[in-house]
């Protein structure tokens, strides 16, 4: 599968910003969905992740409340909105599909979008 993550930008703190990933293939919805982000001089790290019919989601604990994930398995399509933005949620965005059950991992996902620059103004 291929993916394309869009939707970044430039916002001011406390705005809001929604990402999509687009991904080509006809078995998109047998994928477990994953957001990840890189900021500057930090290791990747995992944001959101949602399973293969949105029935199940997780989220990273500093942005539980304020992001959601979400897919349609239609358009083949999955969704990170972002409300309540922070500085700290600077970073390159990646989307990224696992055919396995680990969500958490970067390792465990087997193919990569080519990520989305979030900037968050002060």
């Known amino acids: 599968v291929q993916l394309q993550a869009s939707g970044g930008g430039l916002v001011q703190a406390g705005g809001s910003l929604r990402l999509s990933c687009a991904a080509s293939?006809?078995?998109?919805?047998?994928?477990?969905m994953g957001w990840f982000r890189q900021a500057p001089g930090k290791e990747r790290a995992f944001v959101a992740a949602i399973s293969w019919n949105g029935g199940s989601t997780s989220y990273e604990d500093s942005v539980k409340g304020r992001f959601t994930i979400s897919r349609d398995n239609i358009k083949n399509t999955v969704y990170l909105q972002m409300n309540s933005l922070k500085p700290e949620d600077t970073a390159v965005y990646y989307c990224a599909a696992t055919t396995g059950s680990s969500s958490r991992y970067w390792t465990s996902y087997n193919y990569w979008g080519q990520g989305t620059q979030v900037t968050v103004s002060s």
């Open positions: 293939g006809r078995t998109f919805s047998s994928y477990l």
